[in-house]
Nanobody
């Protein structure tokens, strides 16, 4: 079992930056590959970024590639999402997720075992 708590969301103007954090507690953090997903009102949850257990491999959705960076600090049991050049279409609730034993970063939500409660990101134009 692992508990995930996101933080760092908020209101930002287009072109601005935010850094989301997801703190994990419970099982050994380094046994999980981690992902970030988002859900906008009236839309399905979509993949944003993922990172392998060691942090050596990452994967991004095309819509955020070059603007967002996922990273992790296994000593702090935390995964981060640095978001730059934000656009109004990035507005959504952002969720982190943990895939126990997952070796490679991926964007398949059904394969993630645990989810956080989400943090709201709003980008104004």
């Amino acid at each position: 079992q692992v508990q995930l708590v996101e933080s760092g969301g908020g209101l930002v103007q287009a072109g601005g930056s935010l850094r989301l954090s997801c703190a994990a507690s419970g099982r050994t953090f380094s046994t999980y590959s981690m992902g970030w997903f988002r859900q906008a009102p009236g839309k399905e949850r979509e993949f944003v970024a993922a990172i392998s257990r060691s942090g050596g491999d990452t994967k991004y959705a095309d819509s955020v590639k070059g603007r967002f960076t996922i990273s992790r600090d296994n000593a702090k049991n935390t995964v981060y999402l640095q978001m730059n050049s934000l656009k109004p279409e990035d507005t959504a609730v952002y969720y982190c997720a943990a895939d126990y034993g997952g070796r490679w970063p991926h964007g398949v939500p059904g394969a993630y075992d645990y989810w956080g409660q989400g943090t709201q990101v709003t980008v104004s134009s």
